[in-house]
């Protein structure tokens, strides 16, 4: 039940569309804590039913722009939007947005029924229509049996799916999720994630999950913002930020990655050579025209290079070394080779069978290669 291959979301791309209108707009948005500026200047713009995560280290910002949002925080600077709407002085009950917070609490002498109802009493609604929307909020999560049980009569993950309807239940247009998988160990976080992409496509809300796990981010997200001190350094789908990062911190930050430091050589037509320090010469694919003798890195997603004992016949990029480490994954092998110049290199490969992992062993001389397609030249 693959929600993510659902194939209209992969004609879902708003952002692309020049007449689009953003759902949710911050314009400049300022954040200010005495000294620290927990998000400075910021722009984003997020639409009507995408699945929008935030990425970054811990004190970056994430939680913050949440509240901001969700009404708790005001804006030092900037504005706000939401369905056309200006939220400056817009009270948190009165935005179509509810918080799943970092550290969700449940209401420990509160059934689960209780607790999803919570809401929806305070508000004030008819017996009969909460018992439904109740209900349904159940089933929903796959709850319905543990309606009568108490938060402590429940596991980590069950607790997280209450916890989920509870911030479901009062049909918010926008839902935020502060890292609500943490609590759950892997498996069930991947099944929960499959689950909430689900829920996200029969409700059709926007959701705004904040997550500490690339992985994650990957799987769920039509588009991640990665930011660092505040700023959104880029935002684009999870394909485009891992295959095309536009600098090192992006580059390094999604997924594992070479950055082989560089002076450039030339470029040509399509393609940018390189030189190591070590005086290899290698070639990337790109349009863009540093100036020759400025450093640029190298890089390229292990996964990308050949690592072979032979020397490849013919490939844009060679470059040799000695295998310094090995990481076997079950799946996959990583090979950490010690480049000639010095500077170390990964290399993975799929064990496709039981003994391609067992032909390259450690302290082997060994060569990587790698089409100039398969990198990318980043010049910050
Ligand atoms: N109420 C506050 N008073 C002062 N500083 C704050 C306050 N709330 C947040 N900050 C600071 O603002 C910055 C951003 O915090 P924020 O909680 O948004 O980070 P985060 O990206 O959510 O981090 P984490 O991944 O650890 O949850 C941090 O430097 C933090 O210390
Ligand atoms: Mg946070």
């Given at each position: 039940m693959s929600a993510a291959q659902l194939p209209e979301r992969s004609s879902f791309h708003p952002w692309t569309d020049p007449n689009a209108q953003p759902f949710i707009t911050f314009q400049n948005v300022t954040k200010r804590y005495g000294d620290v500026?927990?998000?400075?200047n910021l722009t984003l713009n997020i639409y009507e039913r995408e699945f929008f995560a935030l990425l970054g280290p811990s004190g970056c910002g994430k939680t913050t722009l949440m509240r901001m949002l969700a009404g708790f925080e005001e804006l030092s600077e900037g504005s706000l939007h939401l369905a056309g709407e200006d939220?400056?002085?817009?009270a948190p009950y009165r935005r179509p947005v509810n918080m799943m917070f970092q550290s969700y609490a449940l209401f420990?002498?509160?059934n689960v029924e209780a607790n999803i109802a919570f809401g929806l009493k305070q508000e004030g609604m008819a017996k009969a229509d909460i018992a439904e929307r109740v209900g349904r909020m159940l089933a929903l999560v796959k709850m319905e049996d543990f309606a009568r049980r108490k938060p402590d009569q429940l596991s980590g993950g069950q607790k997280q799916r209450v916890a989920l309807a509870r911030s479901l239940a009062k049909q918010p247009k926008v839902l935020l999720l502060d890292?609500?998988?943490?609590?759950?160990d892997r498996k069930l976080r991947e099944e929960t994630q499959f689950e909430l992409m689900e829920l996200q496509e029969q409700l059709g809300i926007t959701f705004l999950i904040v997550t500490h796990d690339q992985e994650e981010a990957m799987t769920v997200a039509d588009r991640i913002a990665v930011m660092e001190r505040g700023k959104i350094v880029q935002v684009a789908p999870p394909m485009e930020i891992y295959e095309r990062p536009t600098n090192r911190y992006v580059a390094d930050f999604l997924g594992d990655i070479d950055l082989i430091e560089t002076t450039v050589a030339k470029h040509a037509k399509g393609f940018v050579q390189l030189e190591t320090a070590g005086g290899v010469s290698l070639k990337v694919a790109s349009e863009d025209v540093p100036s020759v003798g400025s450093t640029a890195w190298f890089a390229i997603r292990p996964e990308k290079f050949a690592i072979t004992k032979a020397k490849p016949k013919s490939a844009d990029n060679l470059l040799s070394g000695e295998v310094w480490d090995i990481a076997y994954m079950g799946g996959m092998t990583i090979y950490k080779v010690k480049l000639d110049d010095g500077d170390f290199a990964k290399a993975m490969v799929m064990?496709?069978?039981?003994?391609s992992g067992s032909r390259i062993t450690w302290e082997d001389r060994v060569w990587l290669s790698c089409s100039r397609d398969a990198a990318r030249l980043l010049t910050s």
């Open positions: 500026v927990a998000v400075d939220l400056a002085g817009v420990p002498h509160m890292e609500p998988l943490g609590a759950l064990n496709r069978d039981l003994t």
